[in-house]
């Protein structure tokens, strides 16, 4: 089967569209039909120009309007949807972390290239689309009482500005916890479901010699129009590798590579999607059902809250490449490159009290009701999302990031775009990158992070009110800009040492931190290394008798000792000694 494709026909010569007949299911029954998670984890943007009360009619209208250009830039947009010009750029770069396909010129472009590539505007008009989609509420944990041990002692800051904190949101409504995988994709595959017929219309284009208004029966399909459903849709299962639609779909199947495919009707597309989609949703349903009424099983996909405390908690990968790290208290945890073999993504969730290192190249980390915790990722190249944290150090690399509904936080970011803060947030810090590792250099190559780019103080906030959230912002509440990061002060700028778990056989080249520090940030680095080493030439010239020096290393030690217990940094050494 062939997945070439070709130039969108021109509506007034379009070909007549094959016959309908009864549209038959995926041909392969051992794959189902997924929601692609990337646009609806990463893609929904908290804006109100952006939230259409009848999205229909809106894009058809903008769809007509820019239809003599197949790609937009930001100042195109921004004049069509009467935004400002860096919404538009938010919007492209957006979208850009979200796309299904990896060759398309707006995800190869450089930071300087984005509005000269521009975006597809098929693909732009399902992204607007989805932006009226509403998350599911998280899910009470069933074993509410288990893992209340686990939870933080309440903020200092609880009750101020707002009424309850973001872990407060989370632990309220009898615990509540993220979503199961399971529980959201259903609740995807629902939405689709429900509007795939607006979206096709989108897609679809009038058949030659009908009129405009002669309904549903007289749009088609082409080839190239089809495909663009795949930033929406795709089949695969977990173990497998991921189906296009174009491959898994019967319409195009004997298509002639040097001849253009024949258009199909929308109605029958749509028949097919809708078969498939209930076919998905009757298994999860099954799946949970089975799931509910047995015995907990480690290996499902829809990873439960672990009560362990050690840094031996081992999460498998589920579903099409991600992985999940959930539950981890007290405690050092560590995965490289080779534990995460086969998982584009990572999802960090409800752990406290610890640190944890990721340190390997990823597509996506999603960071969710974390405290009092120090977390360093990676190169992430699509995106990052940090939501519901309390207390979190987070060190990063990566393309993207967004922060939603944390506080007392502190991010230190190598990030090639201006890092986006939505929700309700208080007390943020951001900070320039503070750290390396030996493969650091060699996995930012890989995720398409450039060194030569750091926007970590170029925030940009968004609304309190995140319409995709009834969660943490429920209908009625009025909106006003998040509130903006601080700069971390320079003179309590740190560098974060991670261990060298390889010694001498360390595999990668990196030997320092591959962002510039800004001027002042390097300047007080070096103000401490020079008061540090005159500290040191004091004490070992110091006129101190034998005895004297033994008594002052001794309460050196002491007090450092006591620095680690005092800090909660001792259990670090501890686990790291044993692993």
């Given at each position: ?9 021109d ?101 300087d ?78 939405y ?6 607006n ?75 809708s ?45 099409r ?39 390997a190249p990823?597509?996506?980390?999603t960071?969710y ?24 150090h ?7 990031v ?52 750091n ?28 509130e ?44 401490n290394?020079?008061n ?48």
């Amino acid at each position: 089967m062939t997945t070439e494709t070709t130039s969108t026909p021109d509506p007034n010569t379009n070909p007549a569209p094959a016959p309908a007949p009864t549209p038959t299911p995926n041909p392969n029954p051992s794959s189902l039909i997924h929601p692609r998670r990337e646009p609806f984890e990463h893609g929904l943007l908290p804006i109100p120009k952006l939230i259409f009360p009848d999205p229909t009619p809106t894009l058809i209208q903008l769809k007509q309007q820019l239809s003599t250009h197949n790609r937009v830039n930001s100042s195109l947009l921004a004049d069509s949807l009467q935004i400002s010009t860096d919404h538009a750029r938010l919007i492209l770069d957006t979208l850009a972390s979200v796309l299904h396909s990896d060759s398309d010129p707006l995800v190869k472009a450089r930071s300087d290239e984005v509005d000269s590539a521009g975006a597809d505007l098929r693909d732009l008009i399902l992204f607007l689309y989805i932006q009226s989609y509403k998350k599911l509420l998280p899910r009470t944990h069933k074993d509410a009482a288990s893992v209340a041990d686990v939870w933080p002692s309440t903020s200092a800051f609880d009750g101020y500005l707002s009424a309850l904190s973001p872990l407060q949101l989370v632990r309220s409504n009898n615990r509540r916890f993220m979503p199961s995988q399971a529980d959201e994709e259903a609740h995807q595959l629902s939405y689709l479901q429900k509007h795939m017929a607006n979206i096709l219309s989108l897609l679809a284009e009038p058949v030659e010699g009908e009129g405009e208004g002669e309904g549903e029966e007289s749009l088609v399909l082409s080839m190239e129009g089809f495909e663009h459903l795949g930033f929406l849709l795709q089949f695969g299962d977990k173990g497998s590798e991921v189906v296009t639609l174009s491959q898994a779909a019967p319409f195009f199947a004997n298509s002639d590579p040097d001849m253009p495919a024949v258009p199909a009707p929308a109605t029958q597309v749509h028949d097919w999607i809708s078969q498939n989609i209930a076919s998905a949703l009757e298994h999860i349903t099954e799946r949970i059902s089975a799931k509910e009424n047995g015995p907990a099983n480690s290996s499902d996909s829809d990873v439960a809250m672990t009560d362990a405390c050690t840094s031996s908690i081992k999460t498998p990968p589920s579903a099409r490449g991600s992985c999940f790290i959930e539950g981890i208290s007290k405690s050092s945890f560590v995965k490289q490159a080779s534990d995460l073999k086969g998982s584009s993504s990572v999802k960090v969730l409800n752990c406290h009290d610890s640190i944890l290192y990721i340190l390997a190249p990823l597509r996506y980390a999603t960071i969710y009701g974390c405290s009092d915790a120090t977390i360093v990722l990676g190169a992430v190249g699509k995106a990052v999302r940090i939501e519901h944290c309390e207390r979190v150090h987070v060190i990063t690399a990566a393309k993207r990031v967004c922060i939603a509904n944390c506080r007392e936080c502190v991010f230190f970011l190598g990030v090639n775009q201006r890092p986006l803060i939505v929700g309700d947030n208080h007390k943020l810090q951001v900070a320039p990158y503070n750290t390396f590792y030996s493969e650091l250099e060699e996995h930012m190559a890989d995720a398409g992070i450039d060194a030569t780019i750091n926007r970590w103080d170029e925030t940009l906030a968004l609304g309190v009110v995140d319409p995709h959230d009834s969660l943490s912002h429920p209908a009625g509440v009025s909106d006003f800009q998040a509130e903006p990061a601080a700069r971390v002060d320079p003179d309590q700028f740190t560098n974060f040492l991670i261990p060298n778990w390889f010694g001498a056989e360390s595999p990668g080249s990196t030997k320092d931190n591959p962002f510039q520090l800004p001027e002042a940030y390097m300047a007080s680095q070096q103000r401490n290394q020079k008061n540090l080493a005159e500290t040191k030439k004091l004490l070992r010239e110091a006129p101190l008798e034998e005895n004297q020096k033994r008594e002052l290393s001794s309460a050196l030690h002491l007090l450092f000792k006591d620095w680690l217990y005092a800090s909660g940094n001792v259990r670090q050494l501890y686990c790291l000694q044993g692993d």
